[in-house]
Antibody, heavy 116, light 109 residues
């Protein structure tokens, strides 16, 4: 079955760039007309949609994060990635990747802590 | 950016019925917002219960249903079970952008 798995550093220093990758297994990221989303959840708080990407490369970002966020796709690796620049403690969260549309697939999430 | 509102908390008795709602600061919620409902239990990733207002996934228990009600999206739980105690989030789409509600903590007591 199709699965998503987030990966990346669990600790990032303030002002640096957070980088995460979501690997899609069990099917091609290019099959079907899907968008692929990133969502985050600060500890003890609610969900925040970060943005999504289509395998063609088209993207849409949360306006509140748009200036600091880049989402990209690598179809050869069956992966899509997230970069958040100039991070602060407020970016500490569990980061999830998910298949948009019906949101039928979610990764387990990965905790990223911003701290010196 | 639009603000999506949910009840912060609700309580339902076992076997009872409860309706959670999802409103939009921009006006009435319509099918064009493609409302989603997610269930999240502590330490777990969210699980999608409802998409596009009322569509269910194969894993969605039959006791959950989605609808539009009084200008809001609604999630109705009929015959609550102890395992339904969780946080519930709605998500609305705004011409491509997605916005989550703040979540409703549902207690089954």
């Amino acid at each position: 079955q199709v699965q998503l798995q987030e990966s990346g550093p669990g600790l990032v220093k303030p002002s640096q760039t957070l980088s995460l990758t979501c690997t899609v297994s069990g099917d091609s990221i290019s099959s079907g007309d899907y968008y692929w989303s990133w969502i985050r959840q600060p500890p003890g708080k609610g969900l925040e949609w970060i943005g999504y990407i289509h395998y063609s490369g088209s993207t849409y970002y949360n306006p509140s994060l748009k200036s600091r966020v880049t989402i990209s796709v690598d179809t050869s690796k069956n992966q899509f990635s997230l970069k958040v620049s100039s991070v602060t403690a407020a970016d500490t969260a569990v980061y999830y990747c998910a298949r948009d549309g019906s949101f039928d697939l979610w990764g387990r999430g990965t905790l990223v802590t911003v701290s010196s | 950016q639009a603000v999506v509102t949910q009840e912060p908390s609700l309580t339902v008795s076992p076997g009872g019925t409860v309706t959670l709602t999802c409103g939009s600061s921009t006006g009435a919620v319509t099918s064009g917002h493609y409302p989603y409902w997610f269930q999240q239990k502590p330490g777990q990733a969210p699980r999608t219960l409802i998409f596009d207002t009322s569509n269910k996934h194969s894993w969605t228990p039959a006791r959950f249903s989605g609808s539009l009600l009084g200008g809001k999206a609604a999630l109705t739980l009929s015959g609550a079970q102890p395992e339904d105690e969780a946080e519930y989030y709605c998500l609305l789409s705004y011409s491509g952008a997605r916005v989550f509600g703040g979540g409703t903590k549902l207690t089954v007591l």
